[in-house]
């Protein structure tokens, strides 16, 4: 007998409701390694990324988490819930905030909630959603929010 296989997978653009919260698990410990590899990789050369004594200078008494990293793990937390497989493209981001910063050692979680979905006009078979991202650390601080829109694949024939 042939075992049943389930294969991972996004939401087809049926699936999504409007209003309805996804929350993304388990979260992201985010470790100095990862702030500097990605400010490094990306040529950022802001100091309070990468020069401790510096950081310590300033209001926030510490390095930072590059907010760049910590958007491109707030949408990366979503991907195996939401867009895994069934994604076509990002469409655009927009009203990206960072209320509060991250840092090293800080935990993100992710949710999400659908704001928009509607038909494209002119690609069959998709359609574009509306995603509200907000991110936020072990406190339940908010450290980011962003609204995403994607194109997503309707469910196959």
């Keep these: 007998m042939t075992a049943r296989k389930i294969v991972q997978r996004g939401l087809w653009f049926e699936e999504y409701e409007t209003g309805v919260v996804y929350a993304h698990r388990p979260g992201r410990t985010v470790t100095e390694a990862d702030n500097v590899l ?6 950022n050369t802001q100091a309070l990324h ?18 760049m990293f910590t958007l491109s793990t707030l949408v990366g937390l979503s991907v195996a819930q939401l ?6 493209a990002n469409l655009g981001f927009s009203e990206i905030t960072f209320p509060k ?4 050692g800080d935990t993100l979680y992710a949710e999400t909630v659908v704001t928009d979905l509607r038909e494209s006009r002119s690609r069959p078979g998709e359609g ?30």
Excluded: Y
Excluded at 38 to 43: G, I, K, N, Q
């Design 101 to 104: 910063p991250l840092f090293h």
């Design 50 to 67: 990468l020069d401790a004594a510096f950081a310590a200078e300033t209001q926030f008494g510490e390095r930072l988490v590059n907010s």
């Design 83 to 88: 867009t895994q497989g069934t994604i076509v």
């Design 38 to 43: 990605f400010t490094t990789l990306t040529m």
């Design 128 to 157: 574009i959603v509306t995603f509200e991202h907000t991110g936020r650390n072990q406190h339940s601080d908010v450290v980011a929010t962003a609204v995403r829109k994607t194109l997503v694949r309707k469910r196959p024939a």
